[in-house]
């Protein structure tokens, strides 16, 4: 793996530093268990929200290699987020099952970041928020590798295979796009302009994520973000981008403040389940 | 195991070494009817030569199976499980099957039985990683096609039908095929 700064790729090697077990007694604590499930969900939610939204272009993709490529992709987040939800679902120990985290919480109660929740305006928008997305996703469960929770290591050794390949393909789509034709240059620039106000955001930490941060359930991504932007910028550079220059950035998904897209989103992916309750396959 | 494809001898080496592991104590009656279970988009593969067995413990008439997915949303696995507990039923036992996700499955696990069957049955068998790499980012020329067997071959996706696999296609017989990408 390439790397720009020493921090960096120590901060993302396997390696590094012994992993610290988890003290058994860590769930005990009925804060430690909320803020864990919290900061679960605040992961979990992004795959599912992004999956349903590459899932919207089933049948719709520019040619064929991509549609088959973005559903694929969009299967493997329905496979991660899946993971976390009988996670969650295992932690919370009563009857809720994975289904009932997907299908019937409120939209204030999705932790996902504001990013994938943003419509697929057209192929550019939707290459320019894969991207993003999986630079971040690698990295993080690069990352998570490293946890604490016996559990999520395992998730992010499985985890990773795939997002390596998902940000080779969204990484390869931005250079073709952005060193293109004029047309394909100016629309793959306007989805850089719009959605770069939501990458912040990646980084943003709840009081949960703070608490399963020092616990080393969870891995410090601020410490990432610098690398982050080396990395993006690299390609932005190969693909004759330019990182649109923006006074503010936009946050509040992860606190379940969500933009006007996410009801949408929502109501397609939940009418079933609340329509006719407990249906199954 | 015959080593077919010597530049395999490492996978293939692997791969038998864990299903002596997995499979040596089981009787053969139970491996019999692993066996007869395939993998739905792969007929041709079955459970045992896909790798996906990680522990089989038999009580009597009671069994409990350790699966691990491939890809961590490949809609197969839930039909493996379905698969393999009909399977079972059908000889009267019972089954449990759970699925483990550590460590994570790779495609060494692929027997050399298995990968033959894929290449009979048109799916070119995954290269070790770093050979994939070079074709998968590299355009290197070093998947054989299925079809004719000439490696002057190239990448049209990297995705295909399934999560596994990538698409590829020959520049001498111009035969479209699918490649088993290398998961490591």
Not at chain 1, 4 to 10: C, G, P
Not at chain 2, 15 to 40: Q, T, W, Y
Not at chain 2, 136 to 159: A, E, I, R
Request: net charge negative; charged share 25%; hydrophobic share 35%.
């Amino acid at each position: 793996m390439e790397t720009n700064s020493n921090l960096s790729a120590k901060a993302i090697s396997n390696s590094a530093v012994p992993i610290k077990e988890l003290n058994p007694q860590f769930l005990e604590s009925t804060e430690n268990k909320k803020h864990l499930i919290d900061y679960l969900l605040g992961v979990a939610d992004n795959y599912l929200i992004l999956g349903q939204r590459l899932g919207e272009l089933c049948g719709h993709g520019p040619n064929l290699e991509p549609d088959i490529a973005l559903t694929n992709i969009s299967l493997d987040m329905f496979g991660q987020v899946r993971s976390f939800y009988q996670y969650i679902a295992q932690l919370k120990g009563d009857k809720t099952t994975e289904d009932d985290i997907a299908f019937l919480r409120k939209e204030r109660e999705y932790k996902n970041v504001l990013l994938v929740e943003q419509p697929n305006t057209d192929f550019g928008y939707v290459i320019v928020r894969q991207f993003f997305f999986d630079v971040y996703n690698r990295m993080f469960l690069g990352a998570l590798q490293q946890s604490a929770d016996q559990t999520l290591r395992a998730l992010a050794f499985k985890g990773i295979k795939e997002a390596s390949y998902h940000e080779r393909f969204s990484g390869d789509w931005l250079k073709r796009l952005g060193d293109g034709t004029e047309e394909s240059k100016t629309r793959v620039q306007q989805a850089v302009n719009d959605l770069w106000i939501y990458t912040d955001e990646l980084f943003h930490t709840t009081e949960a994520d703070d608490a399963m941060i020092a616990a080393g359930v969870a891995p410090d991504m601020l410490q990432l973000k610098e690398y982050y932007y080396d990395k993006v910028g690299e390609l932005f550079s190969t693909a004759a981008l330019e990182i649109p220059e923006v006074e503010y950035f936009q946050k509040g998904g992860k606190e379940g403040m969500h933009s006007e897209h996410m009801g949408y989103i929502l109501a397609d992916m939940q009418y079933m389940q609340r329509t006719y309750p407990d249906s199954k396959w | 195991m015959v080593n077919n494809s010597g530049s395999n001898s490492s996978s293939d080496s692997s791969s038998s070494r864990m299903a002596e592991k997995i499979f040596g104590s089981l009787p053969e009656s139970i491996l019999a009817i692993l066996e007869e279970v395939a993998d739905p988009e792969i007929p041709v593969l079955n459970v045992v030569d896909l790798g996906v067995i990680r522990e089989v413990i038999v009580e009597g008439k009671e069994i409990t199976i350790k699966l691990t997915p491939t890809y961590s949303g490949c809609p197969a696995m839930d039909v493996i499980g379905d698969d393999l507990e009909r399977a079972f039923a059908a000889h009267g036992y019972t089954t449990n099957v759970q699925l483990i996700m550590s460590p994570p499955w790779t495609t060494d696990w692929i027997t050399e039985r298995g990968r033959k069957a894929l290449e009979e049955y048109g799916i070119a068998a995954p290269l070790e990683e770093t050979a994939d790499k070079d074709v998968l980012l590299n355009d290197k020329k070093l998947v054989k096609c299925t079809n004719c067997g000439s490696q002057n071959t190239k990448l049209v996706s990297q995705f295909g039908s399934t999560a596994c696999k990538a698409m590829f296609q020959c520049e001498d017989c111009l035969e479209p095929f699918d490649y088993f990408k290398c998961l490591k």
